[in-house]
């Protein structure tokens, strides 16, 4: 029984950081139709944030020291800061680009940043301590001890999916962002400016982006240069099985994929578990065979048909 | 009359192709206009480029003493066009009131957008019983009052409407019609309307242009075309009695 609500909470726990990694994808795929591959990047960023921009082998804690509220707030303040300029460098130009361009221009962002990091903060891996104590922290459970951190990592998902549902439905630029999604043109005719709606995907986009990479960096205690990209990876698949353009597909999708990998990793026999993936693409691959526009089919999808 | 918009031989294309060549159409203040055509005339490619989706490649467009060629659509929203375009647009994830508000964000004067508000509902009481319900499980007359009212809120100079009629019984129609005249008559809107229909557009409008294949080939006061002859002529391009073959009986 213990055994049995740790696996769910774990699973769940993954499902959460990929519903919070395909909510910041959902939010620009609706309001521009850009898939963000930099989004995993945005990730990475906010942990390497928390740390003095400097080469040397040992991370040197800079943000990390503040009091946990700042620091939230900080990791935030810098992501958004990025993610706005990402907007103005990158995806302003190719504003009336095709979706497949403004997708390699996010890849090229992507790479961007990735050697930028290198740059500035080497490719070794530093590991950084942050509030392991969350790690620490234990309740015990019918004889199996279920740690504090997976049950934060839910609530906090599901307290940011609530802010979101609240933000776009009773907020006039909620509303805005909502008209602007379902059909651009028209939201513009209505006086909706477009620049201030993309830029506000953008700056929730980033601030999604610094929570994962907080709760991510709490979990795995470890920077490198590459660490969103698996998060985007799978996130984008939630994305994509969940039904691009559906922001409630997207945190069905992320979940989906999430309790998969983690119900697979404790189910597998042990010699085929490092190959989890593998039956997790496979599963992905059924799902869009049955069902090609998603879980949640999406109102941009059915204006396309 | 004052000229409030001024569109200026403009030629627009879709990429080679020119849809719209050397265009010229007037709208004075208070006036309901309309500009008539068959299907693919470039009856929404003319609208589409006064409210600034498309820019032409030459020409110009005047509003009031404004030249807003080539200006973004929320800025010539913002200046007072409001465009309620082929197809409604309703937005479906939006529910009534939304959708009503949405254009009201734009406005300077706070204080009188409750009023018109209330006016709105009162022109139209369906959406005053549907104010919570999604736009998209509105009927198309009820979709059409909609973005109407939508426009309308938004406290328009100018409303341009591209083929209110479309896919609408004749009897809703006429109340569409009917709408729009009294909100020229008593408020003293003007009206830029695009139709298919040209009898429609001979008894709503004060004057006409007809639009074929991307020019004008007819324009004048309704009241001097209302035999319809003239009209019939540059609407399908022939003489009396010399049908050209394809084209289609009025
Ligand atoms: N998005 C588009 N891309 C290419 N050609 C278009 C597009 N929209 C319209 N056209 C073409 O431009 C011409 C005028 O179209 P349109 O302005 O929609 O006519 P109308 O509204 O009078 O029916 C037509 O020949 C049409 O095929
Ligand atoms: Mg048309």
């Known amino acids: ?305 | 009359m004052t000229t409030l918009l001024k569109v200026d031989n403009i030629t627009v294309h879709y990429s080679r192709l020119a849809a719209v060549r050397n265009v010229s159409v007037d709208v004075s203040e208070g006036e309901i206009v309309c500009i008539v055509g068959p299907n693919g005339a470039g009856k929404s490619t003319t609208l589409l480029t006064i409210s600034g989706i498309l820019s032409p490649t030459e020409g110009t467009v005047t509003f009031g003493t404004k030249n807003i060629t080539g200006a973004n659509p929320e800025n010539v929203a913002r200046m007072g066009i409001s465009q309620v375009p082929e197809g409604r647009h309703v937005f479906t994830a939006l529910n009534v009131e939304e959708n009503l508000r949405i254009g009201t964000r734009m406005r300077r004067d706070r204080g009188e957008i409750e009023k018109d508000f209330n006016m709105v509902l009162e022109m139209f009481p369906v959406l005053a019983e549907r104010k919570r319900q999604s736009a998209g499980k509105l009927s198309g007359g009820e979709q059409q009052m909609l973005v109407i009212g939508r426009a309308l809120l938004t406290r328009p100079k100018l409303m341009t409407i591209d083929e209110p009629s479309l896919g609408l019984a004749p009897k809703i129609v006429d109340r569409v019609y009917e709408v729009l005249t009294d909100l020229r008559n008593r408020m003293g809107l003007t009206l830029l309307i695009v139709e298919q229909s040209s009898e429609r557009a001979l008894k709503a409008a004060d004057r006409i242009y007809v639009l074929r294949s991307g020019q004008i080939q007819l324009s004048g006061n309704a009241k001097d075309l209302r035999d319809g002859e003239k009209v019939k002529q540059a609407y399908f391009g022939f003489t009396e009695g010399v049908k050209h073959v394809g084209e289609v009986a009025f």
């Open chain 1, 1 to 305: 029984m213990g055994y049995f609500i740790q696996v769910i909470i774990d699973a769940l726990s993954l499902g959460s950081l990929y519903a919070l990694a395909a909510l910041g994808i959902g939010l620009l795929f609706g309001v521009l139709r850009l898939i963000n591959f930099a989004h995993g990047d945005f990730i990475t960023l906010g942990a390497y944030a928390l740390i003095v921009p400097a080469y040397g082998p040992n991370a040197i804690r800079f943000v990390a020291d503040f009091h946990p509220v700042l620091l939230v707030i900080c990791t935030i303040l810098i992501v958004v800061a990025i993610a706005l300029i990402s907007e103005f460098l990158v995806f302003r130009p190719l504003r009336y680009a095709s979706a497949a361009t403004l997708m390699v221009g996010s890849f090229a962002l992507s790479y961007v940043i990735q050697n930028l990091i290198i740059m500035i903060y080497s490719g070794r891996p530093k590991s950084l301590d942050l509030w392991s104590v969350l790690t620490e922290i234990k309740f015990d459970v019918s004889g199996v001890d279920i740690a504090l951190l997976p049950l934060l990592i839910i609530a906090v998902t599901l307290i940011l999916m609530a802010l979101l549902v609240l933000f776009l439905k009773r907020t006039p630029w909620g509303v805005q962002m909502r008209a602007a999604a379902e059909d651009f043109k028209m939201a513009r005719m209505l006086g909706v400016r477009a620049n201030f709606v993309i830029s506000l995907a953008f700056v929730l986009s980033g601030a999604l982006a610094a929570v994962v990479s907080l709760l991510f960096e709490v979990q795995t205690g470890i920077l490198t240069f590459r660490m969103g990209t698996p998060l985007m990876v799978f996130a984008f698949i939630a994305t994509v099985i969940g039904g691009m353009g559906s922001l409630v597909g997207s945190v069905v999708g992320g979940m989906a994929v999430g309790v998969v990998s983690s119900i697979l990793q404790a189910g597998l026999p042990p010699e085929v578990r490092g190959y989890r993936d593998v039956f997790v693409f496979g599963l992905v691959i059924l799902v869009l065979l049955l069902r090609p526009q998603g879980i949640v089919l999406s109102r941009a999808a059915r204006e396309r048909v």
